[in-house]
């Protein structure tokens, strides 16, 4: 029996967050539907490929989904001195057989509810309180949440209140110049067709 590990292939993927890289493996590198995001070292507690990522000087932020690592850079140097050397070092860290996270970053646990169960436990919407709430998580997860993985990033439900829905935007949407445009011109536009009384869509500041 053939037991050779297939060893991990890193490609890179612009964004449309130009400070974004989107560094893309062969496989899993964080459970199916799990997420987590580093905005400092000081944040990489039970993340030793994070904590090593963080130790580049231009490394501003690093988010982890499914197959895939968004790393946002400091505007001090350009994706063209750097790619390489990150790819580089993402690969060999990873086909030497060491830890991506050893513990995901600790969620705020939801209060109990009755929709509970159609959210993905992954997915780190606020949980629904009412159908309108369950059809706008629906929506996202459905429609949005997909172009947004595409791109680096992860969109997540936070409140519905007075006809304005929050959503929080993180990985390579956080801060993208774009993403307003992409709020209001696609996720909004989407959802005042799809959930009688969504007026407005506004992103929670992190």
Same mark, same amino acid.
């Given at each position: 029996?053939?037991?050779?590990?297939?060893?991990?292939? %890193?490609?890179?993927?612009? !964004?449309?967050?130009?400070? /974004?890289?989107?560094?893309? @493996?062969? =496989?899993? &590198? %964080?459970?199916?539907?799990? !997420?987590?995001?580093?905005? /400092?070292?000081?944040?990489? @507690?039970? =993340?030793? &490929?994070?904590?090593?990522?963080?130790?580049?000087?231009?490394?501003?932020?690093?988010?982890?989904?499914?197959?895939?690592?968004?790393?946002?850079?400091?505007?001090?140097?350009?994706?063209?001195?750097?790619?390489?050397?990150?790819?580089?070092?993402?690969?060999?860290?990873?086909?030497?057989?060491?830890?991506?996270?050893?513990?995901?970053?600790?969620?705020?646990?939801?209060?109990?509810?009755?929709?509970?169960?159609?959210?993905?436990?992954?997915?780190?919407?606020?949980?629904?309180?009412?159908?309108?709430?369950?059809?706008?998580?629906?929506?996202?997860?459905?429609?949005?949440?997909?172009?947004?993985?595409?791109?680096?990033?992860?969109?997540?439900?936070?409140?519905?209140?007075?006809?304005?829905?929050?959503?929080?935007?993180?990985?390579?949407?956080?801060?993208?110049?774009?993403?307003?445009?992409?709020?209001?011109?696609?996720?909004?536009?989407?959802?005042?067709?799809?959930?009688?009384?969504?007026?407005?869509?506004?992103?929670?500041?992190?």
């Amino acid at each position: 029996m053939n037991t050779t590990k297939i060893p991990f292939i %890193i490609y890179a993927e612009s !964004t449309p967050n130009p400070a /974004s890289m989107k560094f893309v @493996a062969n =496989a899993l &590198l %964080i459970a199916e539907g799990a !997420t987590a995001e580093y905005r /400092s070292a000081s944040e990489t @507690a039970g =993340a030793p &490929l994070p904590a090593k990522l963080f130790q580049f000087p231009f490394v501003k932020s690093v988010f982890i989904s499914g197959n895939y690592i968004s790393i946002g850079k400091s505007d001090l140097v350009s994706w063209d001195d750097v790619l390489l050397e990150m790819r580089e070092f993402i690969k060999s860290y990873l086909n030497d057989g060491l830890p991506v996270i050893t513990e995901l970053p600790t969620k705020e646990v939801a209060a109990d509810s009755s929709f509970k169960n159609t959210v993905s436990v992954f997915t780190e919407h606020a949980v629904p309180q009412n159908e309108a709430e369950n059809k706008i998580v629906e929506v996202l997860e459905q429609y949005i949440r997909p172009a947004v993985e595409q791109d680096g990033g992860l969109i997540t439900f936070r409140s519905f209140e007075n006809g304005v829905v929050t959503v929080q935007l993180k990985g390579a949407c956080s801060g993208c110049p774009s993403s307003t445009i992409t709020l209001k011109a696609g996720i909004e536009a989407l959802l005042k067709r799809l959930v009688p009384g969504v007026n407005e869509v506004v992103a929670e500041a992190l």
